[in-house]
T-cell receptor, first 111, second 113 residues
Framework: RKEVEQDPGPFNVPEGATVAFNCTYSNSASQSFFWYRQDCRKEPKLLMSVYSSGNEDGRFTAQLNRASQYISLLIRDSKLSDSATYLCVVNVYSSASKIIFGSGTRLSIRP | GAGVSQTPSNKVTEKGKYVELRCDPISGHTALYWYRQSLGQGPEFLIYFQGTGAADDSGLPNDRFFAVRPEGSVSTLKIQRTERGDSAVYLC???????????FGPGTRLTVL
């Protein structure tokens, strides 16, 4: 089983729709969580950190469920420019920091 | 300000050759990470430096891979006796600390023929 799992998609939704995807992690020692966005043939860029209480940044909302070991990303009023791959990132603190990326969820917004 | 830079942007080499990939992190960032990304996959952790020392090299696939950061700034990833399976995009990221946002460079696309 992968340490961080994501539905690869693609999610193909119309502009203006709301879309959500989850990411599950297996290591209960995971301590910090992030969503990164990666455009085709570009480097990943931080979209938002994920806090225990949940957090919102404009049209984007991130949630963490430690009991069930998953994080989620909700995008409201989706724009064409939201088309990208969304990477779930988990930071596990053991003897040293270990950063684990999911394989990503592809999102395509159609006009 | 300047972001993370990586050179070369593309590297084509033959099986069995030695390659060096360079990463210039953002000035002042103490943490530096190397990842490898294959098509359709997320970045795979290779090694993490805190200052000059490798704090975690558990992601290096085998002893053909080695990385250094002698002065706590620029880092070089070295791959000996390259194999076709080493072909991937090698990404470098830097961060002010271990639990902060990582800033990625544009990557080096390595192709081993």
């Amino acid at each position: 089983r992968k340490e961080v799992e994501q539905d690869p998609g693609p999610f193909n939704v119309p502009e203006g729709a709301t879309v959500a995807f989850n990411c599950t992690y297996s290591n209960s020692a995971s301590q910090s969580f992030f969503w990164y966005r990666q455009d085709c043939r570009k480097e990943p860029k931080l979209l938002m950190s994920v806090y225990s209480s949940g957090n919102e940044d404009g049209r984007f909302t991130a949630q963490l469920n430690r009991a069930s070991q998953y994080i989620s990303l909700l995008i409201r009023d989706s724009k064409l420019s939201d088309s990208a791959t969304y990477l779930c990132v988990v930071n596990v603190y053991s003897s040293a920091s270990k950063i684990i990326f999911g394989s990503g969820t592809r999102l395509s917004i159609r006009p | 300000g300047a972001g993370v830079s990586q050179t070369p942007s593309n590297k084509v080499t033959e099986k069995g050759k030695y390659v060096e990939l360079r990463c210039d992190p953002i000035s002042g960032h103490t943490a530096l990470y190397w990842y490898r990304q294959s098509l359709g996959q997320g970045p795979e952790f290779l090694i993490y430096f805190q200052g000059t020392g490798a704090a975690d090299d558990s992601g290096l696939p085998n002893d053909r891979f080695f990385a250094v950061r002698p002065e706590g700034s620029v880092s070089t990833l070295k791959i000996q006796r390259t194999e076709r399976g080493d072909s991937a995009v090698y990404l470098c990221a830097s961060s002010p600390g271990t639990n902060n946002e990582q800033f990625f460079g544009p990557g080096t696309r390595l192709t081993v023929l």
